[in-house]
């Protein structure tokens, strides 16, 4: 099933990836900076993996009132950040698409186009876990749904990304070669 984005001309779409790109960057940026009140990233990480309640509540226990309130922000400005990052690979996915030679690429990457949007749907919870744990209390089945979904979520990123990166740089090369031959074929 084709994806929404590839009824939107190639044009708009390489404008669209760029804005999105853009915003993507921004957005990291913002919250490294946010991140300076809170925890450190270790110990974000460190929750991340908790997968107990005893572990998870020791970590979060440690955090002062500040802390605690600033990783409460981000969990809400990760929701912005999942619509925009999955937007950008979906966008990113659909411009492949149309540089793919075989139909099994352009139906491997169209998949990754809706898998981005599958992405942000198991981002929803996994923020609402992690809110919940850093404002009122880790239930039992937070800490092991927060790793799962955030794992889940990051694989399925990388290796969109990585197909992304490859695309890139196989589309580059081929524009190289068609100016080589353009060039041996004027002289």
């Not at 853009?22 to 929750?47: A, E, H, V």
Request: hydrophobic share 50%; with cysteine; glycine share 6%.
């Amino acid at each position: 099933m084709k994806h929404p984005f590839e009824n939107v001309e190639n044009k708009t779409l390489k404008g669209t990836f760029y804005t999105f790109l853009g915003l993507t960057i921004l957005c990291i940026i913002c919250s490294i900076i946010i991140m300076r009140t809170g925890p450190s990233w270790s110990d974000f990480g460190r929750l991340s993996i908790a997968l107990s309640v005893e572990n998870a509540e020791k970590i979060i226990t440690n955090w002062t009132n500040q802390q605690k309130a600033t990783l409460a922000f981000l969990s809400g400005f990760d929701f912005l950040f999942g619509f925009i990052w999955a937007n950008c690979l979906a966008v990113g996915m659909v411009l492949a698409i149309g540089d793919a030679k075989s139909n099994k690429l352009k139906s491997l990457y169209r998949i990754l186009a809706w898998g981005a949007w599958g992405a942000i749907i198991l981002d929803i919870p996994e923020n609402l876990s992690y809110y919940i744990m850093t404002v009122f209390k880790v239930y039992p089945v937070l800490p092991l749904t927060f790793t799962v979904l955030m794992s889940l979520r990051w694989i399925f990123a990388m290796v969109a990304l990585f197909l992304l990166i490859m695309s890139h740089f196989k589309m580059r090369d081929r524009l190289g070669n068609n100016n080589k031959r353009r060039d041996s074929v004027e002289n």
